[in-house]
Structures are given as structure tokens and as C-alpha cells.
T-cell receptor
Framework: DSGVTQTPKHLITATGQRVTLRCSPR?????VYWYQQSLDQGLQFLIQ???????AKGNILERFSAQQFPDLHSELNLSSLELGDSALYFC????????????FGSGTRLTVV | GNSVTQMEGPVTLSEEAFLTINCTYT??????LFWYVQYPGEGLQLLLK?????DKGSNKGFEATYRKETTSFHLEKGSVQVSDSAVYFC?????????FGPGTRLSVLP
């Protein structure tokens, strides 16, 4: 157990629908990161939050949004889903210290049918 | 900017063979370097890290040395096992900027 908890583990939904993925960071970590991993594109950074505030944005579509709550858990909202959104979505957390790595959750596998 | 380049896979080896996965980076300043491993169906796990030049990270028989002169952080293991079959990601952290390489898939045959 890495200490980063992601739910649900699997999600199957239809095109056009909206889903919410949840992440609880490792205890004490203030930064949360979201990544998308698909077969043909490797790991794509989506967005970072630090202590409730957005800090960095990567290749995140406008149909996607995220937030980090006061208890530091984070949610990634995916709307108007398309077949191409099928992927593994990973959350990672880290302390705000430059020589620390990220701790990853086990991911949510999203399948859009 | 910051970037990480890894050798393309897949890499297929026989059990007990020697493994090298090449990783080179581009960065300003003094980044920290990492290797992550992703086993089938799982998330990424930190394998080892090095935070300054000439540091050697090691774990589970894997090693990598931070070479600033060649901007490299090659992953090595003297004798691979079937259980080492996974995807390996080289990564760097430069301040709040974290960059992953594309990953190298390793398959070890019995």
C-alpha cells in the first residue's frame, strides 16, 4: 500500500456521460498530481494542486476539471466522455520538497463504451 | 526546458542476463533523478533515486548512477528475474517540475 488511495478502481461508462475520480494523498503530502496513461501516449501530466490551489496545468482537456478540498483529497471530473478518454488515471502525491519523488496510487481504469 | 529520453523497448532478456536501460536527461540546474517501475495492472512505484552528481541509487538489485558529465542515469541489474518484467520509467524533478520518460518495457523469459 503506497498510502495514496484512488477510487474507484474500475469504471465503465457510456459516451457523453460524466464521472468523478477520487484521490486521497499520502498523509502529510500537500501536493496532488493527476496523470493519464493510455497505451499509445504513455504518461500524460494533467494537473497539479498544492494545498487546495491549482499550481500547474498540463495536457488537460477543457472537458476535464479537478479540485483539491480542505482535507487535501482531490477529485478529477471528466465530462462529455469520448471513447478516446478510455485510459488509466493515476493520482500521485508529494511533499513540497524538490528532491522527493512522487508516490502513486494504483489508478482508476476508465472504459468508455 | 526539462526532458528525459529513454531507450525504446521492448527489451527481452533471458533470466539471469545483465540489464541496462539507458536514460539521458536535459535540465537546467541540479535536478533529482528517479527510476520508477510499473508492474502489470499496477501503479508506478519508486524504484530508486539520486539527488546529486555521482550519487548511486540502488534497490532490489537495481542500480543507477547520476552522471552529470554525460547527463545520464542508466539503470542496471546484474541478473534479471522473470518477476522483473515490467515497464521502467526514468524521471527527473527540477523544483516543482517533474518529467517522466516514455517508459521501457522489459520482458524476462524463463
Amino acid at each position: 500500500d503506497s498510502g495514496v488511495t484512488q477510487t474507484p478502481k474500475h469504471l465503465i461508462t457510456a459516451t457523453g456521460q460524466r464521472v468523478t475520480l477520487r484521490c486521497s494523498p499520502r498523509s502529510g503530502d500537500l501536493s496532488v498530481y493527476w496523470y493519464q496513461q493510455s497505451l499509445d501516449q504513455g504518461l500524460q501530466f494533467l494537473i497539479q494542486y498544492y494545498n487546495g490551489e491549482e499550481r500547474a496545468k498540463g495536457n488537460i482537456l477543457e472537458r476535464f476539471s479537478a479540485q483539491q478540498f480542505p482535507d487535501l483529497h482531490s477529485e478529477l471530473n471528466l465530462s462529455s466522455l469520448e471513447l478516446g478518454d478510455s485510459a488509466l488515471y493515476f493520482c500521485a502525491s508529494s511533499p513540497f520538497i524538490s528532491n522527493y519523488g512522487y508516490t502513486f496510487g494504483s489508478g482508476t481504469r476508465l472504459t468508455v463504451v | 526546458g526539462n526532458s528525459v529520453t529513454q531507450m525504446e523497448g521492448p527489451v527481452t532478456l533471458s533470466e539471469e542476463a545483465f540489464l541496462t536501460i539507458n536514460c539521458t536527461y536535459t535540465a537546467t540546474g541540479y535536478p533529482s533523478l528517479f527510476w520508477y517501475v510499473q508492474y502489470p495492472g499496477e501503479g508506478l512505484q519508486l524504484l530508486l533515486k539520486a539527488t546529486k552528481a555521482d550519487d548511486k541509487g540502488s534497490n532490489k538489485g537495481f542500480e543507477a548512477t547520476y552522471r552529470k558529465e554525460t547527463t545520464s542515469f542508466h539503470l542496471e541489474k546484474g541478473s534479471v528475474q522473470v518477476s522483473d518484467s515490467a515497464v521502467y520509467f526514468c524521471a527527473l524533478r527540477n523544483g516543482q517540475n517533474f518529467v517522466f520518460g516514455p517508459g521501457t518495457r522489459l520482458s524476462v523469459l524463463p
